[in-house]
């Protein structure tokens, strides 16, 4: 059996009261958004996600790499992402018009029209499943605390 160091800093109750809900939740709220927009629109959460991401740029459209980065994916998973998307007819593959060397996905209008459809259902989940479910302070005080996570993790990650 491997010891374990005496420099692990074990969590208190608390903290694992604050822990085990949140991963926990998490993986069951990003399931149900999933199937709800799976059942009702055809299209994957992580699909909507990069609908939702290109619709917030400029024309529609942005670098893989910058995307990849947004939605936390690798730049080959991304790539197998689109590609499917892409015979869907919801993006497609470009040059970047001021990189010639790099690769935008981008919005065609079928994509935005599978996104319009779409918003409502995963707007009334994340209200029901989330957002309603919590007061006003909570959600700032939310708000607050993974602004700051996300922002330590992204400085690791520069």
């Known amino acids: 059996m491997t010891q374990v160091p005496d ?10 009261t604050a822990w085990r ?11 149900r958004l999933h199937r709800e927009l799976v059942e009702q629109h055809d299209v994957s959460l992580i699909d909507y996600e990069v ?6 740029m400029p024309e529609n459209r942005m670098r893989m790499t910058e995307l990849a980065a947004m939605l936390g994916s690798t730049k080959s998973r991304l790539s197998h992402q689109v590609g499917r998307m892409e015979l869907a007819g919801y993006v497609r593959r470009g040059k970047d018009p001021e990189d010639r ?11 935005v029209e599978l996104l319009q459809a779409a918003a ?5 989940g994340v209200r029901a ?6 007061s006003t302070d909570e959600q700032v ?14 400085e690791l990650e520069d």
């Open 7 to 16: 420099d692990v800093r074990w969590l208190s109750d608390t903290e694992m």
């Open 21 to 31: 809900p949140y991963i926990v939740a998490t993986l069951r709220l990003r399931q």
């Open 51 to 56: 609908l939702v991401a290109l619709s917030l």
């Open 101 to 111: 060397r790099g690769v935008t996905a981008e919005l065609t209008d079928k994509g």
């Open 120 to 124: 409502p259902t995963h707007l009334r």
């Open 129 to 134: 499943h989330l957002i309603d479910l919590m």
């Open 141 to 154: 005080t939310m708000g607050r605390v993974f602004s700051r996570v996300l922002t330590h993790l992204t």
